[in-house]
């Protein structure tokens, strides 16, 4: 359906609590060149930001040609700060009718 999940650092240090324990390891360069690609190359992108460290990338998409739609991270520890309610798929679905396109089955 053209869903790409991407998280900001795509390995963490073995064992819970650990998010962001890998972002030093070069992630930030290899994320930013996948968003500014996909930015670039493809038509009617959503993109959903999820936490600060992902609307810390928005700059890199081109908001003229792609949505972008950004709220706290939904992990237990953030998502009663914004996330809840913010129905990101459908303002994602809703968007993509206006460009012509299906809406994905999430």
Do not use: C, M, Y
Not at 24 to 53: C, N, Y
Not at 87 to 98: D, G, H, I, K, V
């Amino acid at each position: 359906q053209g869903v790409l999940l991407l998280n900001t650092a795509l390995t963490v240090r073995e064992g819970a609590s650990k998010a962001g324990s890998h972002l030093q390891l070069g992630w930030r360069a290899v994320t930013d060149s996948i968003i500014a690609a996909v930015s670039r190359e493809r038509p009617a992108v959503v993109f959903i930001l999820w936490g600060k460290p992902a609307q810390a990338k928005r700059a890199l998409i081109d908001e003229s040609r792609h949505r972008v739609i950004g709220s706290a991270h939904p992990s237990p520890l953030s998502a009663s700060r914004g996330f809840f309610g913010s129905r990101p798929f459908s303002q994602a679905n809703a968007w993509l009718e206006t460009q012509g396109e299906r809406g994905i089955a999430w």
